[in-house]
């Protein structure tokens, strides 16, 4: 039976028909199976396209329109032609949001691949490499809010639970970890402790597939560990570190739950000098203690999408080169 | 390939195991051990007084208060959060596989020469950051009647859990044999009745994956659920708003953190059950 199901219809299915081919020689050798199949293309696929389109495609054009007018939400929108952009470049919030977006893009992203490489290396033949990953892997399914309440709580000076365990280890002045200055890096390097796990994980899978003779030639030409690192590991997995880098942008760009608690001052958003893009988006809109200001909060979402994008390219272009197989 | 004669000690493998493995080794296993530590404290901060908490936060605690949950369920709102945030996850999570597998099944198995550019076009979703979309969506909620409704949160959480689910989707009905949807059309079954009853079935465990990896999202999501909300809560807000009131209504650290377990608990436990299934479904959708 099932020969002949594969005698009568395969050539059809599952011939590989190069796109190019003619259409009308397609259609005279589409099955009816294939021939059924396609009508039903639209049925199948728009549903989700629909509700994807209305969820996600509209609104990104509606934002687009929306950056080029003020607007407060209610009543009319005024043509503002690009003024938005420049009066949100001018702003030092907005500044402030930028340095610090571009911080936890790449200052985070580089320490992120670098411990995330580091133990990958450690736990490929490491004793209990399985509980390790996965112990090292949990803080990434943690939501981002939870893991910050919890971090101002072990930095807060001078009760919290960092301090007083510098304070009896002997150290005299335990450092202010969320005053002014301080805040955003132990921000950063809380950011760092959530995300390192999921790069562990995957770096690791890649790490699993490259051939293990490849390590033995290595050896026995002399290679040391980071000769090995440089001259084996790394260009084999350089597609996925590109596509992990492009992934790490996305993410990054976004980051907004991590800092929303960080509330210093009295009031429901965290002090300015926290803000990065996705918080000062944010904020324009629904700032409690400010004015709604819809083409502003618009422009820099116009902003983040535009920066997701080209960093992505970017990332790609830069990793990418020719990707070796094995 | 074929393999040199080795004797067992000689495959011992990879890397000489230097002076630099050895001195780096106890540096994995302190993250190791901080990690289960935090977690540990965690919980048993939970059940400790404020006072307690703050003056030795090192001790076994003197008592177990587990007036604490009580508190953070009741006062907190923490079980209204848990509620809604159970209703959002299993309806998102349902809508969006429901919509989301017959698109991935027909992109990757019709062979249309519309497949691909359709792809593309659900895949840039990807990029879509939340910031550059929630305007508009608040607007048009608005004016629909739909902020502070946990349908309309719920809407925009299979919208926004399209592409991903669709990117996984597409490449594990590639992998599927095909010889299955070919018996189905011989014995006169259309596609449509192929689909559910034949290839939807045999896609379950990566319908599960997605559906596990969409509820951990949503779960403790935050953006959206503070933007469209207003009276309803999710976990993740109680939390929040727990949180950011404490400058008023006292420094009661101790539910806090009963709420942050609550928030965290059923992760762990999720996460022991099906740890394995969880990290090979995000690996495998970055591999690929």
Same mark, same amino acid.
């Given at each position: ?50 509700v ?25 929108m ?17 500044r ?15 320490g992120?691949?670098a ?14 490499r ?24 072990l ?42 796990g ?10 699993d ?7 033995e ?50 009031g ?57 197989t094995? | ?7 067992p ?14 001195s780096?080794?106890p ?12 977690i ?43 509620? +809604? ?9 349902v ?58 949160l ?11 689910a ?6 594990? @009905? ?5 010889e ?16 559910w ?15 596990v ?5 949503h ?16 976990l993740?807000?109680?939390?929040? +708003? ?14 806090? @953190? ?14 022991i059950?099906?740890?394995?299934r969880i ?10």
């Open positions: 039976m099932k020969k002949g199901v594969s005698v009568t219809t395969m050539p059809a299915v599952a011939s590989p028909v190069p796109e190019t081919a003619s259409r009308r020689r397609q259609r005279l050798r589409m099955s009816p199976l294939e021939r059924s199949r396609r009508r039903l293309f639209v049925p199948f696929v728009y549903p989700a396209l629909l994807y389109a209305a969820v996600m495609v509209a609104p990104t054009v509606f934002t687009l329109w929306i950056s080029l007018n003020h607007w407060a939400g209610a009543g009319p005024q043509w503002a032609g690009l003024s938005n952009y420049t009066r949100m470049f001018k702003d030092p919030v907005f402030t949001s930028f340095v610090n977006t571009f911080w936890i893009v790449f200052g985070v992203g580089v992120v691949f411990i995330a490489f580091l133990l990958t290396m450690l736990l490929h033949d490491m004793v209990g399985k509980l390790a990953r996965a112990v090292v892997f949990f803080p990434s399914l943690v939501p981002g809010i939870a893991i910050s309440i919890l971090w101002g709580f930095f807060n000076y001078p009760d919290g639970l960092v301090d007083t365990l510098l304070v009896k280890l002997g150290v005299d002045h335990p450092p202010a970890w969320l005053a002014q200055d301080n805040a955003f890096k132990t921000i950063l390097v809380g950011m760092m402790w959530l995300t390192t999921t790069y562990t994980v995957i770096f690791m899978a890649a790490v597939r490259i051939p293990r003779e490849l390590y030639a290595a050896e026995l030409e002399g290679a040391g560990p980071f000769a090995r690192f440089r001259h084996v590991t790394f260009p084999l997995m350089r597609d996925i570190v590109s596509v992990c880098s492009v992934l790490w942008c996305v993410g990054a760009l976004k980051t907004f739950e991590f800092l929303l608690t960080f509330s210093a001052q009295d429901a958003l965290p002090s300015p000098k926290l803000w990065n893009f996705a918080m000062y988006s944010y904020g324009e809109a629904f700032n409690p203690d400010g004015v709604p200001d819809y083409g502003i909060s618009s422009a820099c979402g116009v902003i983040v999408l535009v920066l997701t994008g080209g960093l992505a390219v970017l990332s790609r272009r830069i990793l990418r080169k020719d990707s070796v094995y | 390939m074929t393999h040199t004669v080795t004797s000690s000689a495959g011992r493998r990879l890397t000489s195991r230097g002076w630099l493995h050895w780096l080794v540096f994995a296993w302190l993250l190791v051990a901080a990690d289960i530590l935090v540990l404290w965690m919980i048993l901060s939970s059940l400790k007084s404020t006072r307690d908490m703050v003056l030795t936060p090192w001790s076994w605690p003197s008592e177990f208060l587990w007036s604490n949950y009580q508190d953070a369920w009741v006062a907190g709102e923490f079980g209204a959060g848990v509620l +809604n945030s159970l209703i959002l996850i299993v309806g998102s999570g809508g969006c596989i429901l919509l989301t597998a017959p698109a991935a099944y027909a992109l990757s198995r019709f062979r249309s020469r519309l497949a691909g550019a359709h792809t593309i076009f659900f895949v840039i979703g990807l990029g879509i950051p939340a910031q550059t979309i929630f305007i508009p969506l608040y607007v048009v909620f608005d004016r629909a009647g739909l902020v502070d409704s946990i349908g309309g719920m809407l925009i959480y299979i919208g926004t859990g399209v592409p991903y669709l990117f996984l989707l597409t490449a594990f @009905f590639r992998s599927l044999p095909g299955l949807e070919e018996a189905a059309a011989i014995d006169g079954a259309g596609p449509w009745y192929t689909f009853r034949i290839m939807f079935p045999l896609a379950r465990s990566g319908l599960i994956t997605i559906f990896l969409q509820a951990i999202g779960w403790g999501e935050t953006f959206f659920a503070l933007v469209m909300l207003r009276h309803r809560t999710t993740s807000l109680s939390l929040y +708003n727990f949180a950011i009131n404490m400058q008023y209504s006292g420094n009661r650290y101790n539910v806090l @953190f009963a709420g942050l377990i609550i928030l965290i608990l059923p992760l762990l436990i999720l996460y059950i099906l740890g394995r990290i090979e479904g995000i690996a495998a959708g970055y591999s690929k």
